[in-house]
């Protein structure tokens, strides 16, 4: 068998590079205990197997972790050994960052999980079709999410997580809590019995990573607005973004009043730890984090019981009554339209995403159609669950044209983001008028915006 090098990524000057992609995860554990998922993919096994006569892949991911732990390794061997080829793995912490200054060169790879910042018009120019719509609709979730206008596909998903909050449910169960909450009044009633009667960190925030970790926050606003068609029905009716009922205002300003409440949170923003909160979170240490469901896995590994770490809906009840979980993908796969070697890489992206284990050793959704919920979503036996509904032809690619010509970037965490004034004015005690002065900037710049994208 051939020995795959594994290279690390080197940190790239920092662009500008617009959204980070929703459901996406980030970290890199360093725990090995746990055993891959090791797939059972012989030569017959594989779509189109073919000879590759040694070449070799350079495959870009954003899993720090999984290349460090060698996971990744371990479910490549039988790719390689059907194929006769090599796969290198390069990770990279910042990925949409690091990326973004490679695809500024001929060199980014053979595949690569497409920057969320890339523009669906973009895509033919980086990357080359896999198919087509009408060819992978009925096989493959989410094959429309890198689809250009004429029905060709750029990118498949690797999996897909759903929405939601991560929580240790010892904890919650020695402070009395017996359900789940289903408002943020609830939320926080709840986060205070955790102070009250146990020892643990009610909520971490991590914010010395926030330019991830407060983004996990975006991904709760559509469940809390209740439903697949709520982003395109704030395009239609030309909506700001923070008014009441459509997500936007009850996430952040459930986030906002949290982060306005020191004794719920760990006691120094600035120096919070993303790979010690995973062991102190199965320690029992910390109670609560939002993120998506990518990362039950990975807080799973680090537990001293595994199955203390749970994950709950959103904590909004949408006007129809229900709790809603929406369900997307995380990064999707492409092929580099400078790689020599597109066949392989071609079948390589089909193979990691339907035969490689990858999404079952997650705890993810698979992208494969029909394939049963993972264990991990236990908890949303009572949650409505949902995909983000395709814009209509005439809104197609205008929310996010919207968001980066309003500079508001709803993904985004740098330090002028919105998400990080609301955290930097919640944790100064500014009170509802700092929440209600950022939010009025980001409607104006909103609206300014739409109007001229839209007319």
């Not at 459509?246 to 600035?270: C, T």
């Not at 959704?365 to 919920?373: G, M, P, R």
Request: with cysteine; aromatic share 10%; glycine share 8%.
């Amino acid at each position: 068998m051939k020995a795959k090098k594994i290279c690390a990524g080197a940190m790239a000057l920092v662009l500008s590079m617009g959204t980070m992609s929703a459901f996406t995860g980030c970290g890199s554990s360093t725990d090995s205990s746990s055993k891959a998922v090791t797939p059972e993919v012989s030569q017959a096994d594989i779509k189109d197997s073919f000879d590759a006569k040694g070449a070799k892949l350079e495959v870009l991911t954003n899993r720090t972790d999984r290349k460090e732990d060698g996971k990744l390794d371990a479910l490549t061997d039988k790719f390689e050994e059907a194929y006769n080829c090599t796969v290198e793995y390069t990770a990279y912490k910042d990925y949409d960052t690091d990326v973004a200054t490679r695809m500024g060169t001929d060199d980014y790879g053979d595949v690569l999980c497409i920057p969320s910042s890339l523009k669906l018009e973009e895509l033919p120019t980086y990357f080359v079709s896999l198919g087509t719509y009408d060819e992978f609709k009925d096989t493959y979730r989410w094959s429309d999410k890198k689809m250009t206008a004429d029905g060709n596909v750029y990118g498949l998903a690797v999996g897909g997580t759903a929405t939601g909050v991560l929580y240790n449910k010892k904890i919650w169960e020695q402070a009395g809590i017996t359900e789940t909450p289903k408002t943020p009044d609830e939320f926080l009633a709840d986060l205070q019995l955790i102070k009250d009667n146990t020892d643990a960190i009610p909520y971490y925030t991590n914010f010395k990573d926030a330019s991830w970790t407060i983004t996990q926050w975006q991904n709760l606003v559509l469940s809390a607005a209740g439903g697949a068609e709520a982003e395109n029905k704030l395009l239609q009716d030309k909506s700001d973004l923070f008014v009441e009922g459509n997500g936007y205002y009850e996430v952040y300003k459930l986030m906002y009043d949290l982060f306005s409440k020191p004794d719920l949170l760990e006691e120094d923003h600035a120096n919070t730890e993303w790979e010690s909160s995973k062991v102190w979170f199965g320690e029992g240490k910390i109670a609560t984090m939002v993120m998506g469901s990518w990362a039950v896995s990975q807080f799973m590994e680090q537990a001293e019981n595994p199955d203390d770490i749970g994950y709950m809906p959103v904590p909004v009840t949408a006007a129809d009554g229900k709790v809603y979980a929406e369900e997307g993908p995380d990064y999707t796969l492409g092929v580099s339209a400078n790689s020599k070697n597109q066949d392989l890489a071609k079948a390589y992206v089909e193979w990691f995403i339907s035969d490689s284990g990858f999404s079952e050793q997650e705890g993810m959704i698979s992208t494969v159609q029909n394939k049963e919920l993972p264990s991990t979503l236990a908890g949303f036996k009572d949650a409505v669950f949902f995909e983000k509904a395709v814009a209509p032809d005439d809104l197609v690619g205008k929310f996010d044209e919207i968001d980066k010509e309003s500079g508001v970037g709803v993904w985004q965490g740098d330090e002028d983001n919105f998400k990080i004034k609301l955290a930097e004015a919640a944790f100064a005690g500014k009170g509802d008028d700092g929440f209600n002065e950022i939010i009025a900037d980001v409607n104006k710049k909103w609206a300014a915006a739409r109007d001229k994208v839209l007319g």
